[in-house]
């Protein structure tokens, strides 16, 4: 397995320093990708849970571009009906450019009425959008013209450059647990990329419901990508009142052995725990992800400890 972590780039300790320092520390510790979050206007229902100053990702990943070599990078998650989808993949090739191929495209349709108000984008249409738009997308990273049906249509020819370096386009992962979110991932992603998901759901119901879809739209099954809740405790939390990733380091490593028996390729570790007074700042967040590094994962290896 890779693994990542989450760069909180919004609250109190939100500011280019510590932006920065997430960046390196994810690269000198050897985790796979560094991620950032999405909204455009902080309305109170954005507030509540992610307070301002709210960094926009791909102006900030695009900067941290050029402060990493090796890490990926990307957005967890993109809110695809907020921006021009020509928009969006020119930025993300361009992103993808200057890191020499290291850019991660996490997309999703979110859920803040307020946000979608101000920004004029019908809230109930979201998920229509959303395929439109990554439809749109990738069809202009792949000069796929066929692509480009509807309103889109005629901008099939200017649309496609910069192409993405090294590879056919970057990366999709497309968040998300409804039944729609992942057919949109068999559909248009690289891989399935669920937050904070119960471990029995997915086992029971997600990763099934996943692989049946598939085999209806006759596609792979995307690869398996979650990303959930760290919170390293002094002693065991009882089962039935803690998420996958939050516990003693016994109860995270039982966790994440059973995400690699489930087929999780690449798990992203988020330490914000959803409410702006409980922000800590960057340097303990960081020292309980080095924590895990060094008592569970080899993130040489991509194994378990």
């Known amino acids: 397995m890779k693994f990542g972590v989450n760069i909180l780039n919004f609250g109190r300790y939100a500011t280019p320093e510590h932006l920065a320092g997430w960046a390196v520390f994810a690269e000198e510790r050897g985790f796979h990708s560094a991620m950032i979050s999405d909204h455009i206007a902080v309305t109170p229902d954005v507030a509540a849970q992610y307070p301002a100053p709210f960094y926009d990702p791909f102006a900030t990943l695009a900067w941290l571009a050029g402060k990493t070599s090796r890490v990926e990078l990307g957005t967890t998650v993109a809110v695809l009906p907020y921006r021009h989808p020509l928009a969006t993949a020119r930025t993300v090739a361009n992103i993808d450019n200057f890191s020499g191929g290291r850019m991660i495209l996490g997309v999703g349709v979110s859920w803040p009425r307020q946000e979608f108000a101000a920004l004029g984008v019908p809230f109930g249409k979201r998920g229509a959008i959303a395929d439109e738009y990554l439809q749109a997308i990738i069809g202009a990273w792949t000069h796929d013209t066929a692509s480009f049906e509807g309103r889109f249509a005629s901008y099939a020819d200017v649309a496609t450059e910069p192409r993405p370096v090294r590879r056919p386009h970057p990366p999709v992962w497309v968040g998300g647990a409804s ?55 002094d002693r065991p939390l009882p089962d039935g009142e803690r998420r996958a990733g939050e516990g003693s380091i016994e109860q995270i490593r039982a966790d994440l052995e059973e995400l690699a028996a489930m087929g999780a390729e690449h798990v992203l ?19 309980m992800l080095a924590e895990v590094a060094e008592k569970v994962v080899d993130l040489g290896t991509g194994t378990l400890r």
């Open 179 to 233: 039944r729609a979110a992942m057919r949109r991932a068999v559909r248009f992603g690289q891989a399935w990329h669920p937050v904070y998901p119960p471990l029995g759901w997915l086992r029971e119901e997600g990763l099934p419901a996943l692989r049946a879809l598939a085999g209806q739209e006759g596609r792979p099954v995307p690869a398996f990508a979650p990303r959930i809740r760290l919170e390293v405790a």
């Open 269 to 287: 570790f988020d330490t914000y725990r959803g409410e702006p007074d409980l922000l800590r700042p960057p340097e303990e967040e960081q020292h």
